[in-house]
């Protein structure tokens, strides 16, 4: 191991850790206390409040080392992917989702038919990172030998570097398959609690080290990547280990969390204690509070719960002209602009996210599931538009265009008996013959309600009654949940296509209610005939959503993927045709991101979306907040 | 250079010519009964939301849009919103269209017997069919047909049905409503109507617009009208009226559709129906009132022989490419689409651009007919004074010489070339011997028994103006098919013009001279607002091309054989030159205080008249009122003449002298060649 002997001992720590937390997994419930494996104590632990969920590593689903659960080239977890077993089915592999272990066996019919793509055309990814082919560190060495001193561990071993270097945009992805490695990184470091990001960005500032926050990693707007004419060092500063909750405050449903902790570890832990926060963005296996925060995230529950925005209570962020937090914790005050607002959205431009106060609540009594089918588009948006109108919406509702009807369905895995089949193709000969449903045209809403029993069963009452006005038909709960699970295992399935010549992404916009038919309309046009302009031999598959409702408009999400066989730049004609599309986006009236963030991506449009007066308002807060851009991953701005 | 692509893809027009099907053949060997009965299935728009005619009132009344407006109206009229409403119900009614199959059936089986009688043959280009059906799949579409004669839209009905394409709806101008049964059936034939002026009338605005949004958007048929707004009298294309394409633009400018195809069909006939109406019309006859006892009347008109007609359906414009870079569409993000808004500056001049590109597709694939070129030659034979017309020898070889050059220029000639030029030369002359004759070998126009008009009359009883108005309808009839070939060579005109004209021959300054009469008759001739540099580059490409000019650095100089063509070019330019000097000095000379427009073409007419009769001007094509309205046009444009608005002087002109007498100096040789000059203007 190439790293530093504080990495060293950490990683033999992890190890352990990690072996103790699967036997927690078999023991169901987590061991109480397990200090004796805590990597590195916080020196600032012992302020804290003693709170037993406070204690670090239990059951925490992020090491140090990610690559040893993650894969380095492809989204998720490493043992689980999608594969053309020896029969030629799809299967997903596994023991972590609901699909691992399956067989779905639409999938490949759909590949091929969707595509035109071929199981005899394959292209493997490049299986191990080819560590020479990244370049050595730049280091300070000023700054790594104080560094050292504060015994934070750190790491500049290409692996860890590498990991760090991307977020998981088409093209980031694709040269990582194909081992192009371009500016990485020149190190890691692994804080531990507030007070270490303190004395990071002290140095940081002191050595002029350029710092560049990581979270989850799941960024869409090559917010990570590190910008080629940088020629400081740049120290990727990686939150995952703060991770704990470090009080609950039951009078106020309220709970203060460490940055770094992913999405699914802050419900898991909550609800240990009967709570959740609600906040379920797609990415929240892997993406962090921090990153939220960062990117004024939304959840596919914030119908009842809130985006990002309405959850935080206080925020307590890091920069290099010291820390900036409120005094107090308060659900609203009129003090100016809101300083919060700063700091969500700002992207890592202006400090690191330490500590989150963030509302929580009871956790749910009921779920349930729920979908309607609707005979066109047309008709569905009709349908959320009113349900939007009467502030019914439950919990998450999203209507799927036709495409991603189709999709869903060959996502369906094998089904165990012959009487299940029966019903499957009795519920289309209704809908189909019955109802003359056109299948090349009908869509399907999917829907999620939650609070308590009565209420659920009320409120699905009342969004069927509007939906069954519209010309909607009751579809299932089956139908419903599927539809939620293909938001897990999409980029997932992304991979797969990429290892047949299929490459693809998925952007947001929001938009007014008038204009989401244009839009989705348009976009979905402008990508068919962008592809058709740059020379893609296949016709893509260009496929939209909506996914969240307000009053005044609404959240559209698409997705499109083409096959590539017999292009020489693959992912610049991704490029140009994901580039048209923001266009028409932009024409059509809707916005630069709804809650991807801007990056380095989208951020030529910046200046059109918030006029020259709010760009210079943006600029001048960096200016003074971080005069010599310490924080320089040149995101936004 | 950017303008080398103008050309480049005029020059495979054999090729062009050969894709022509007859769609009369067939009309000819089969059943004209079954052909009307056949089954009829188009192939439709893929976004189309399937609804009747009667539907289609209901979403326009209940359109955002309509309701604004009318809830607006009712507030600055005080009137309850139901009677606007109600209103907004009568205009519909008036306007709208009430397309049948069985109507169209009845057209076909008659318009079959007529169109055999009249025409040799109507030639179609197959693969602009073809890729009209592509179009019609795809997006909303928009018929453009260029607009010379009634037939052009019973033919292009005709046309579509023919073909099995989806029935356009188009849009007709209110005095063919005036017309009993007829007017009933053309409705029934998709013809909405719409009142030739409504300024100013928001609520007739909003329902017409609406009411052709609705159409298009949903795709419920392709919509066809008339860009030039009007037929032109004078078979030049007349300069585009905006407001129709405006409202067709406008869904897929506010997004409402991905894209609209704009289709340019260029209608030639290579006699016109109307020859001789149109003439009398300009020389001031008043047009008759459409009626359907007239339309009787002109039943004689069967008997004779009209050649052919060519119909080409030019490629398909998408209003996303013309708009692309060009309009930021962003623009309409901030307010409710619904809400109307005058558009922008640079949304009107976005419209203009287009208008005029898409006019100029249609002048491009208009086929031009040997008779075409021999009119020009005549006519500039007949203005030379030689009384006794041209050696037919003489004629012919001109003819040649000038199919050749006007070949050069790009022009869509028909020149069956496997024919020997004396015999196509004389069967054209043949077709049109109403305008000409051959006596003793030589060719002249018939002007001395131009008692056609008025066969009623003896010679000897006519006034010498009466003979001159009956002389000036053979020759603006010649004038209307010398007009045909006009697109092809203005722009070389107006380079020789300036050549001739300037005492220099640097290039900058022949430039400055070339833009003067650019901007002198922009109103004249379909030259792009704003293309100056491109049209002055494609002039001088035209004719370097042809041999006729040569570049040595920065002088332009003039090769041995391109005298001819220079003279030639500039002769075309030389009544308009003289009509337009004629006009300046009317309004310097005669016109009077309180000349309102109204009066202006007759005074000015009268004006022209006695200088044509004391020999002072030798072309009886200045007669033509087209040239004096354009004229004054250009200089109203130009600030040289105002138009007063209001009170009492209503529409009373305010002449300039000074200006129209220096304007009217430089249009008589002493071309501007400094800029300042031409920046005054």
């Known amino acids: 191991m190439a790293s530093n002997s504080s990495g060293d001992g950490s990683s033999r720590h992890q190890i352990a850790r990690h072996r103790l937390s699967v036997i927690a997994g078999h023991l169901q419930r987590p061991a109480d206390s397990n200090a004796a494996v805590l990597a590195v104590d916080c020196k600032s632990q012992g302020s804290q409040p003693n709170v037993n969920t406070g204690d670090r590593g239990e059951g925490r689903t992020i090491p140090r080392r990610r690559q040893e659960i993650m894969k380095w080239n492809g989204w998720g977890y490493s043992d689980s992917r999608f594969l053309f077993n020896k029969k030629g089915q799809a299967e997903f592999t596994g023991k972590r989702y609901r699909l691992s272990g399956m067989i779905i066996p639409g999938l490949k019919d759909w590949m091929e038919g969707t595509f035109g793509a071929s199981l005899q055309h394959k292209t493997q990814a490049t299986p191990v990172l080819n560590t020479s082919a990244v370049q050595p560190p730049t280091l300070n060495e000023a700054f790594v030998k104080e560094l050292k001193s504060t015994g934070i561990p750190f790491s500049h071993e290409a692996e860890d570097r590498v990991f760090r270097a991307h977020g998981h945009c088409l093209h980031e992805i694709f040269a990582l398959r194909e081992g192009k490695i371009g500016r990485v990184p020149d190190m890691v470091v692994w804080p531990n609690c507030h007070n270490d990001v303190v004395k990071i960005v002290e140095l940081a500032c002191k050595h002029n080290v350029c710092l560049i926050p990581y979270g989850g990693g799941t960024s869409v707007s090559s917010a990570l990547e590190c910008p080629p004419e940088e020629t400081r060092s740049i120290v990727s500063l990686d939150t995952s280990q703060m991770n704990r909750i470090l009080w609950i405050d039951e009078k106020n449903l309220t709970a203060h969390v460490e940055s770094g902790i992913v999405g699914q570890d802050l419900e898991r832990l909550l609800n240990e204690s009967g709570y959740c926060t609600g906040h379920e963005p797609d990415s929240m296996e892997f993406s962090s509070l921090g990153g939220w925060v960062a990117t004024r995230a939304s959840g596919m529950k914030k119908n009842i719960y809130g985006n990002i925005e309405d959850l935080v209570v206080h925020v307590k962020m890091v920069t290099p002209r010291g820390v900036i937090e409120k005094s107090c914790q308060v659900p609203r005050m009129s003090t100016g602009p809101d300083i919060h607002h700063f700091i969500l959205g700002s992207e890592g431009t202006l400090g690191v996210v330490t500590e989150v106060t963030i509302k929580i609540r009871p956790m749910p009594e009921y779920q349930k599931y729920g979908s309607v089918v609707f005979p066109n588009f047309e008709q569905g948006v009709a349908c959320l538009r009113e349900v939007a109108r009467q502030r019914c919406a439950p919990a998450s509702i999203r209507l799927m265009d036709n495409e991603q009807f189709k999709f869903g369905h060959a996502l369906k895995p094998q089904v165990s008996s012959i009487f299940t089949s029966f019903l499957d193709g009795l519920k289309k000969f209704y809908i189909t013959k019955f109802k003359g449903f056109d299948p090349n045209r009908l869509c399907v809403a999917t829907l999620l309600f939650e609070g308590d029993r009565e209420k659920v069963l009320q409120h699905e009452k009342q969004v069927y009654d509007i939906a069954a006005k519209l010309g909607g038909l009751a579809a299932g709960e089956d139908n419903g949940q599927r539809g939620y699970m293909l938001t897990f295992v999409i980029a997932y399935l992304r991979d797969l296509g990429m290892d047949y010549y299929v490459i693809g992404e998925s952007f947001e916009t929001s938009v007014p209610w008038d204009r989401v038919l244009d839009i989705c309309r348009n976009v979905k046009a402008r990508i068919v005939r962008e592809c058709k302009d740059k020379g893609v031999q296949f016709p893509p598959l260009s496929t939209c959503r909506v996914t969240q409702t307000y009053d005044a408009g609404a959240c559209v999400y698409f997705y499109f993927a083409f096959n590539y066989r017999g292009l020489s730049d693959p992912v610049h004609v991704h490029e140009q045709v994901e580039h048209a599309a923001r266009e028409e986006i932009l024409a059509n009236g809707g916005s630069l991101s709804h809650h991807h963030g801007v990056g380095k991506l989208r951020k030529e449009w910046m200046r059109e979306t918030v006029s020259n007066v709010g760009m210079g308002m943006l600029k001048s807060v960096k200016d003074y907040v971080d005069p010599n851009n310490i924080f320089g991953n040149r995101n936004l701005l | ?681």
């Open chain 2, 1 to 681: 250079m950017a303008s080398k692509t103008v050309f480049s893809h005029r020059d495979p027009m054999l090729k062009k010519r050969d894709d022509f099907e007859d769609i009369l053949e067939e009309r000819r060997n089969t059943s004209d009964l079954r052909y009307a009965l056949r089954c009829y299935t188009p192939a439709l728009y893929k976004g189309l939301t399937p609804c009747k005619a009667s539907e289609l009132k209901t979403m326009v009344l209940r359109s955002d849009q309509l309701l604004y407006v009318i809830n607006q109206v009712s507030k600055e009229t005080d009137t309850a919103a139901e009677e606007i409403q109600a209103e907004a119900e009568a205009i519909l009614e008036e306007m709208a269209h009430r397309l049948q199959l069985s109507t169209i059936r009845f057209f076909a089986f008659t318009l079959s017997k007529i169109f055999k009688t009249l025409f040799r043959s109507i030639c179609v280009n197959e693969e602009g069919i073809q890729r009209l059906q592509q179009a019609i799949q795809e997006h909303p579409v928009v018929l453009l047909p260029s607009h010379r004669s009634y037939m052009d839209f019973l033919l292009m009905s005709y046309i579509l049905y023919t073909y099995d394409l989806a029935l356009p709806v188009i849009a007709a101008g209110m005095d063919f409503m005036g017309m009993k049964i007829v007017g009933e059936m053309l409705r029934m034939s998709g013809a909405f109507f719409i009142r030739r002026s409504f300024g100013g009338d928001k609520l007739y605005w909003a329902v017409f617009s609406e009411y052709v949004k609705i159409m298009l958007k949903n795709g419920f048929a392709p919509v066809e009208f008339f860009l030039e707004g009007t037929r032109s009298r004078t078979a030049k294309s007349l300069t585009p009226k905006l407001g129709l394409l405006n409202i067709v633009m406008d869904p897929f400018l506010k997004g409402e559709v991905f894209d609209v195809s704009l289709v340019p069909v260029s209608i030639s006939y290579e006699r016109i129906l109307e020859e001789a109406l149109y003439a009398r019309e300009l020389l001031g006859v008043p047009k008759p009132k459409e009626s359907t006892s007239g339309l009787f009347k002109a039943r004689k008109i069967l008997s004779e022989d009209y050649g052919s007609i060519h119909v080409y359906f030019g490629q398909p414009v998408s209003a996303r490419g013309l708009a692309e870079g060009r309009v930021k569409r962003s623009q309409f993000n901030l307010m409710p689409r619904h809400i109307p808004r005058k558009p922008t500056e640079e949304l009107q001049d976005f419209v203009n651009d287009s208008a005029y590109r898409l006019v100029r597709a249609q002048e491009e694939n208009m086929v031009l007919k040997p008779w075409v070129l021999l009119a020009s030659l005549l006519l500039q034979n007949q203005a030379a004074g030689n009384k006794r017309g041209m050696p037919l020898e003489d004629l012919t070889e001109q003819a040649v010489w000038l199919r050749d050059l006007s070949r050069q220029f790009g022009a869509f000639l028909h020149w069956p070339d496997h024919i020997p030029p004396s015999k196509v030369v004389s069967s054209s002359l043949s077709l049109h011997r109403s305008l000409v004759r051959i006596s003793e070998g030589r060719v002249q126009l018939t002007l001395e028994q131009g008692g056609r008009a008025e066969p009623g009359l003896p010679k000897a009883a006519m006034t010498p103006e009466d003979e001159l108005l009956s002389q000036a309808v053979i020759v603006l009839s010649c004038v209307s098919y010398r007009n045909q070939a006009l697109h092809v060579f203005i722009r070389p005109v107006l380079l020789a013009s300036a050549v001739h004209a300037a005492s220099v021959n640097r290039k900058q300054e022949i430039f400055n001279a070339f833009s003067f009469l650019r901007n002198m008759f922009s109103n004249e001739f379909i030259l792009r607002p704003g293309a100056e540099v491109q049209d002055f580059e494609e002039a001088c490409y035209l004719l370097v091309k042809s041999g006729a000019l040569r570049f040595n650095q920065q002088e332009v100089l003039v090769t041995e054989r391109g005298h001819r063509t220079l003279a030639f070019l500039t002769r075309i330019l030389d009544p308009f030159v003289q009509g337009y000097q004629m006009v300046c000095r009317f309004l310097c000379e005669e016109a009077t205080e309180g000349l309102t427009e109204k009066r202006f073409v007759p005074a000015v007419r009268k004006f022209i008249i006695k200088h044509l009769l004391t020999g002072g001007l030798k072309y009886v094509e200045v007669l033509s009122s087209d040239l004096q309205k354009n004229a004054l046009a250009a200089l109203l444009r130009l600030g040289a003449v105002q138009k007063l608005r209001g009170g009492a002087e209503q529409g009373t002109l305010k002449v300039n002298t000074v200006m129209v007498n220096s304007l009217e100096d430089t249009l008589g040789g002493k071309l501007p060649t400094q800029k300042p000059l031409a920046a005054r203007l």
